[in-house]
């Protein structure tokens, strides 16, 4: 950046020195200097930066014309750094886990115990033991901070899990305040025809821009890639002892039940559960739960907590 800071000046003092009789190429040349400039400010010292304007800035006071130019042109150059700054502020992921953290306890989540003192252990369920999974994590603005497979080979979770687990982890996070953890499971009733959220879903749709190929590229981290779902899976992510919201964690990769399973005990290891506890914005199955608002349909091979839930008639959803 250096070297193309000193080769701007260089261009604009030679603009200047052939073009000192042409309105047009000058003013150009002028604004080009000054703008040059500003810029260094990122780099130099305000003493530096201060000499090498200062003959452009007495040349511009000169001038009224040059100097509405350069003055627009400041203004819009420090905006468009003030917009680069703020963005790259809400893409701060720190605090967050890494994916290879994210990997380790992905690994660990469907061996938690049945004893362990959280209550949230034991089998998870589901089509592979939530063995396969794509986990994915946002920050409070949106932006994709990491995502990973449990397995070494990517190819072997199912590829399209990877949108929904990214797509989770932002609905998880979109839906959830301080006090009020949401996850995913529970917006599912919401979202039906008939009820009070339905094509909730068009709002938001996932950017396919920021996928990743299996063992490749970037895949949106960074990036805001949106989307909303609304069946188990996602889950809100806090710290300061669950005071505070920082993002959200989505997992996909087997049914939907088991990934709800999967995500509340990957929050659980992580230590970034809801003041509540890891239970707080769990599964609901209105089978066992009987009919409310946050009920979610029971699932192949269903557990919750360990416990295998019945497979009786599920009240359907009606009065909300």
Request: aromatic letters at 10%; a positive charge; charged letters at 15%.
């Given at each position: ?174 839906f959830s305040l301080d006090s ?20 909730l879903g068009q709002s938001n ?116």
């Open positions: 950046m250096g070297h193309e800071f000193v080769y701007s000046f260089f261009r604009c003092e030679r603009h200047h020195t052939m073009a000192s009789d042409v309105w047009g190429i000058e003013q150009r040349a002028w604004v080009c200097c000054l703008c040059a400039g500003l810029l260094s400010f990122r780099w130099a010292s305000y003493s530096g930066a201060k000499r090498a304007l200062s003959p452009y800035l007495v040349h511009a006071r000169r001038n009224p014309m040059i100097f509405k130019l350069v003055l627009t042109s400041a203004i819009s150059l420090f905006l468009l750094l003030g917009t680069s700054l703020a963005q790259n502020e809400d893409s701060n992921c720190q605090g967050l886990p890494d994916a290879a953290t994210l990997r380790a306890k992905l690994i660990a989540a469907p061996n938690i115990p049945a004893s362990d003192p959280s209550g949230i252990g034991g089998d998870v369920g589901g089509l592979f033991g939530g063995t396969r999974m794509w986990v994915a994590v946002v920050n409070r603005a949106g932006h994709l901070c990491g995502f990973v497979t449990s397995t070494a080979d990517p190819s072997q979770v199912w590829p399209g899990s990877q949108a929904i687990a990214k797509a989770k982890a932002y609905t998880a996070n979109a009020f953890a949401l996850s995913t499971a529970r917006l599912y009733t919401f979202t039906q025809p008939g009820h009070s959220l339905w094509s749709p996932f950017n396919p821009v920021f996928l990743s190929a299996p063992g490749g590229g970037t895949g949106g981290n960074g990036q805001i890639a949106g989307g909303l779902i609304f069946f188990g899976g996602g889950v809100p992510i806090y710290a300061n002892g669950g005071t505070k919201i920082v993002g959200g964690l989505g997992i996909s990769g087997d049914t939907s039940c088991t990934d709800h399973e999967v995500a509340k005990r990957v929050r659980h290891l992580l230590g970034m559960n809801p003041s509540g506890g890891p239970k707080i914005d769990d599964i609901q199955y209105s089978a066992s739960d009987g009919p409310s608002v946050f009920t979610h349909p029971q699932c192949l091979n269903v557990k919750r907590n360990g416990v295998t839930i019945g497979t009786g008639t599920e009240a359907n959803a009606s009065g909300y």
